[in-house]
């Protein structure tokens, strides 16, 4: 294998955590610009199945698939399917799963794909092929669901004036391109020399929504945990606040040990699933933020997978949900 033309953030310290070794099967969750996927490949021995749910990816990905000689699977499909992509390629268990959740650089880069506001595009932010774009999500759903989507997904605390102006503005105009959605929420939200761009929350907001990216992330956790065997790696990068807290919460309660106390009966706990390789998150350091700004906000957990069961699928968390808002419920 050669080297990669693109090094993902934090990707030496994914490879080193996953330890890939020769006759080991692994999954790259989030196969982008295949950057995992090549440092898994360059180990001898190596199997790997690797999953995009982004045709573009999928299309760059086939000259790797041609060198790997039959080591390498490359499957379009979304992330939270890993357990039934691998059992489509007679894999029942694996040695590890790393996963870099979230928009890539390659898809923020075209402006035809509408993720970013500096660079002016159709308002459509999907991921995928299928299923309602940004656009769609901005004609039809409610003020409340508007502001809700934008202040839970997006953090942004001006929500409600920004959902308000969506609504006045589109009975003339409907919103189809990010341009013209960026000038609005510039327009209503003030910001400083400085500061962040005043649509960056709106745009995240949207984009995770529309691509129901917590929801995905949650159900692949759960989907890695089911498939991977007693001492395979569980390794993932995320890259803002509400991504981190899933995978520090699914870990932590994943790992816990013990219960009871002197004052209280012993409580039956189900025996941790994984053990913390990341006791903290592993940031990335200053050379690697210098030549990669997208770096600053990374934080990489990382866990091996126990002989005890997989525990059950906890509770949802009550973020705005796609097909609730899109039906008008």
């Not at 502001?147 to 929500?159: C, F, K, N, V």
């Not at 159900?219 to 807290?245: I, K």
Request: proline share 5%.
């Amino acid at each position: 294998m050669s080297s990669a033309p693109h090094i993902p953030v934090l990707g030496r310290e994914a490879i080193a955590h996953l330890a890939p070794r020769d006759g080991g099967i692994y999954v790259d969750a989030t196969f982008g610009a295949g950057g995992y996927s090549r440092a898994i490949l360059e180990v001898p021995g190596t199997r790997l199945i690797a999953i995009d749910r982004d045709r573009t990816a999928i299309t760059g990905g086939a000259e790797l698939v041609e060198r790997s000689a039959g080591r390498l699977a490359l499957v379009e499909d979304r992330f939270s399917n890993l357990a039934d992509v691998c059992a489509a390629q007679g894999i029942d268990t694996v040695d590890g799963v790393v996963m870099d959740v979230g928009v890539s650089s390659m898809q923020l880069d075209q402006a035809g794909r509408g993720f970013s506001f500096r660079l002016d595009g159709p308002l459509d932010m999907r991921m995928g092929q299928s299923g309602p774009t940004a656009a769609d999500v901005v004609a039809r759903a409610s003020e409340g669901d508007l502001a809700d989507i934008i202040y839970q997904l997006g953090e942004e605390r001006h929500s409600r004036r920004i959902a308000r102006a969506i609504v006045a503005d589109r009975k003339d105009t409907p919103f189809t391109t990010t341009r013209a959605l960026a000038e609005l929420v510039a327009r209503v939200v003030r910001s400083k020399p400085g500061d962040i761009h005043p649509a960056t929350r709106t745009f995240q907001a949207l984009r995770i929504f529309v691509n129901e990216e917590l929801e995905e992330l949650q159900t692949a956790l759960a989907a890695a945990e089911r498939v991977l065997t007693p001492g395979g790696r569980l390794v993932v990068v995320s890259f803002h606040s509400l991504e981190d807290r899933i995978v520090k919460n699914f870990l932590s309660e994943r790992s816990k040990t013990g219960g009871g106390s002197r004052h209280l009966p012993e409580v039956a706990q189900v025996p941790p699933s994984f053990q913390l390789l990341t006791r903290r998150p592993i940031v990335a350091g200053d050379d690697e933020v210098a030549h990669n700004p997208r770096a600053r906000s990374a934080k990489l957990r990382a866990a091996e997978r126990t002989s005890a069961p997989a525990h059950q699928d906890g509770e949802q968390s009550s973020w705005p949900r796609l097909s609730d808002v899109m039906r008008g419920g």
